[in-house]
T-cell receptor, first 115, second 116 residues
Framework: DAGITQSPRHKVTETGTPVTLRCHQT?????MYWYRQDPGHGLRLIHY???????DKGEVSDGYSVSRSKTEDFLLTLESATSSQTSVYFC??????????????FGPGTRLTVL | AQKVTQAQTEISVVEKEDVTLDCVYE???????LFWYKQPPSGELVFLIR??????QNEISGRYSWNFQKSTSSFNFTITASQVVDSAVYFC?????????????FGTGTRLTIIP
């Protein structure tokens, strides 16, 4: 199994508060991704990173920011959480050097509830 | 734009029956990659298979088999002699080589329930 951990695993917060989710990998892989999973939508890409300090937006990036100061850590921040951001968030890493053909391996997920 | 359709929202079959999960994709690229993932009730996402657009050979892995047909833009997944442990949500996903943003596009998933 790919060495990917996410923290926290569960979080309940209130509207308007900042929230940071952490993804940590032990595989030294270059590419890391954040997805959200919602009923009826499957998984949708929020942001991804192709190296330290190199990030780009995905399909549903509004309201989210990311940072990657170390190869092993990829942080997802909700600056001011809203109820529409209640979701399950998955981090993923891709094997090899990264690229569209690479398999992505997923972390265990973080269930976030915004009241 | 790339798109993946899993028209079957939920399927229930009795244990030991065979079941096929459908996946239809749309892409403008000639080079692309297709994936299947399993999400059991525990919630993690488990990689099952990766297939590139130049390899149309069907693949079999134990009770699992995949039928890739470019002519119909389909990448269907069959479980033979289903077991209760196969109960999960299954996602089909697509990645385009020319996309440039390393994006995996997922279908909405098919929830499979195996009835003992």
């Amino acid at each position: 199994d790919a060495g990917i951990t996410q923290s926290p695993r569960h979080k309940v917060t209130e509207t308007g508060t900042p929230v940071t989710l952490r993804c940590h990998q032990t595989e030294n892989h270059r590419y890391m991704y954040w997805y959200r999973q919602d009923p009826g939508h499957g998984l949708r890409l929020i942001h991804y990173s192709y190296g330290v300090k190199d990030t780009d937006k995905g399909e549903v990036s509004d309201g989210y920011s990311v940072s990657r100061s170390k190869t092993e850590d990829f942080l997802l921040t909700l600056e001011s959480a809203t109820s529409s951001q209640t979701s399950v968030y998955f981090c993923a890493i891709s094997e090899l050097a990264g690229g569209p053909g690479d398999t992505q391996y997923f972390g265990p997920g973080t269930r976030l509830t915004v009241l | 734009a790339q798109k993946v359709t899993q028209a079957q929202t939920e399927i229930s079959v009795v244990e030991k029956e065979d079941v096929t999960l459908d996946c239809v994709y749309e892409t403008r690229d000639t080079t692309y990659y297709l994936f299947w993932y399993k999400q059991p009730p525990s919630g993690e996402l488990v990689f099952l298979i990766r297939r590139n657009s130049f390899d149309e050979q069907n693949e079999i892995s134990g009770r699992y088999s995949w039928n890739f047909q470019k002519s119909t833009s389909s990448f269907n997944f069959t479980i033979t002699a289903s077991q209760v442990v196969d109960s999960a949500v299954y996602f089909c996903a697509l990645s385009e080589a020319g996309n440039g943003n390393e994006k995996l596009t997922f279908g909405t998933g098919t929830r499979l329930t195996i009835i003992p």
